[in-house]
């Protein structure tokens, strides 16, 4: 089973179908017990930074995503999701993540060239420059779908893709277990599907 995490933001709807659509067990969550007995958690997540982080950590289950990480439990930062799993972002002023992968998060507009528009919305193709086990059936070139104003940054160990928009932006990171996707396999057609499909493999082979 495969828990996505409802701790009032993020597109469960879209999500749920997704897996639905690929034959995977998922649930909508905000249960402590339900992350613990799911073979994979995926935090999803949409709009600002700080009111993100604070309303996981007022749903009590930030601790709970951090020990579960920690221990071993495959999970999947989508989109602000990923964001929050870094150390800290500078949306709106400094506010702490989770601390689960190294580096930051700071305004695509500090490295794009002007006239890009902000936020970057669409399609763009991924330029793997690592192998991770969730593009295991994905392509160099793919195209997947963003929505996003910041990306992350002082993370090189961990960035798997880029996208390049004016600048290579991070699109995809992993630090052991964790996984990080900056665009919405949800919304990436058959692509996200793919890689959606590795995920839940990746915890039931837990």
């Not at 709970?64 to 221990?71: E, G, H, Q, Y």
């Not at 052991?176 to 082979?205: D, M, W, Y």
Request: with cysteine.
């Amino acid at each position: 089973m495969v828990a996505i995490i409802d701790y009032g933001v993020g597109n469960l709807f879209s999500l749920k179908s997704s897996f639905s659509a690929i034959g995977a067990d998922a649930v909508v969550t905000s249960s402590k017990s339900e992350l613990e007995r799911a073979e994979s958690i995926i935090l999803p997540g949409v709009g600002a930074f700080c009111d993100a982080a604070k309303k996981l950590k007022d749903s009590g289950l930030e601790d709970t995503v951090i020990s579960l990480a920690k221990a071993g439990k495959p999970l999947m930062g989508i989109c602000l999701g990923m964001q929050l799993l870094f150390e800290k972002s500078y949306e709106y002023g400094e506010h702490r993540g989770l601390g689960l992968i190294k580096g930051e998060i700071r305004p695509i507009e500090t490295v794009i060239p002007k006239g890009y528009k902000i936020p970057h919305i669409g399609w763009n193709s991924l330029e793997i420059k690592k192998q991770t086990p969730i593009f295991e059936n994905v392509k160099n070139g793919e195209y997947v779908y963003f929505v996003h104003s910041y990306y992350a940054a002082d993370c090189e160990s961990s960035v798997t893709a880029v996208s390049d928009y004016g600048a290579p932006l991070t699109a995809s990171v992993q630090a052991g277990n964790i996984f990080g996707c900056q665009f919405h396999p949800e919304k990436s057609g058959e692509t996200g599907l793919k890689i959606l499909r590795s995920f839940v493999a990746l915890g039931e082979e837990k």
